[in-house]
């Protein structure tokens, strides 16, 4: 199977959306790309269940990040994996739905780690929020 097939793939899994912080690929200012789960730096494949659909900005900063602080407890948590964790059980969009609320300490180390409400996302929902394509 050839790279761009995969990154078909994974698109479709996604919705066409990053895998953490949920931006819609069609509205971005960059490619989206593979992001390997576990890192291949720490062991991880190639295979279908460690690939995740993400922007440029979650993969950069995921680099080969596992796991990162939760800010309220202090301890480490595993940063979110969306073959295996629902999204809804570890994050909530607010009411206003410009940013990610963390529900977990699974969900707020990955909204640290990953800066999931960096300025420019937040700029980019609420354009969304104002034509109804967000969340």
């Known amino acids: 199977m050839s790279l761009k097939d995969i990154k078909d793939i994974l698109a ?42 993400s922007c440029m900005g979650c993969n950069s900063r995921k680099y080969n990040k596992t796991e990162a602080l939760d800010p309220v407890t202090g301890e480490k948590a595993p940063l979110f994996n969306p073959r295996n964790d629902n999204w809804n059980e570890n994050f909530v969009w607010s009411a206003d739905s410009l940013k990610i609320l963390g529900i977990s300490p699974m969900g707020r180390a990955t909204i640290e780690a990953l800066k ?15 034509s109804d394509e967000h969340p």
């Open 12 to 53: 479709n899994v996604a919705g066409g959306r990053c895998e953490y912080c949920k931006s819609l690929a069609k509205y971005a200012t960059e490619s989206f790309c593979i992001d390997h789960i576990l890192p291949k730096s720490k062991g991880g494949n190639d295979e279908l269940t460690n690939l995740a659909y």
């Open 116 to 130: 999931l409400n960096r300025k420019s996302l937040m700029n980019l929902r609420k354009l969304l929020v104002a």
